[in-house]
């Protein structure tokens, strides 16, 4: 139990990583358009990368094929918070409200 305790934060911090990363991806590809910024300033960073056409587009599949799973997860985790508050702010406590189910 102590185990799965100390791993739960880390899949966390994971899956927000791997959710962040996923939306660095938009851009368009390199060569693409007159400049190598995004419209809200952000740097292109497939470009600056150097990736073929090939590469670019093997990204953007992988990103396509996490995408259900990255947004699971996040629905799930906003569940979980959702239901720790009701547990930390409800008038009675339950040691059930704050197990963990993975």
């Known amino acids: 139990m102590m185990k799965q305790l100390r791993l739960f934060p880390i899949l ?3 899956l927000l ?15 693409d358009g007159p400049q ?23 990204i953007r599949r992988m990103n396509q094929e996490r995408r259900p799973v990255m947004m699971l997860a996040q ?3 906003r ?3 959702r239901a720790l508050d009701m547990a930390i702010y409800a008038n ?10 993975l």
């Not at 419209?39 to 093997?58: F, H, K, M, V, Y």
Request: hydrophobic letters at 30%; aromatic letters at 4%; glycine letters at 8%.
């Open 12 to 14: 966390i911090t994971l």
């Open 17 to 31: 990583v791997l959710s962040s990363m996923s939306y660095g991806q938009d851009g368009p590809p390199p060569g």
């Open 36 to 58: 190598d910024d995004h419209a809200d300033g952000r740097p292109n960073l497939l470009a600056e990368l150097g990736l073929t056409r090939e590469q670019i587009q093997q």
């Open 75 to 77: 629905h799930r985790l």
């Open 79 to 81: 569940e979980a918070n």
């Open 92 to 101: 009675t406590v339950s040691d059930s409200d704050f197990q963990i189910s």
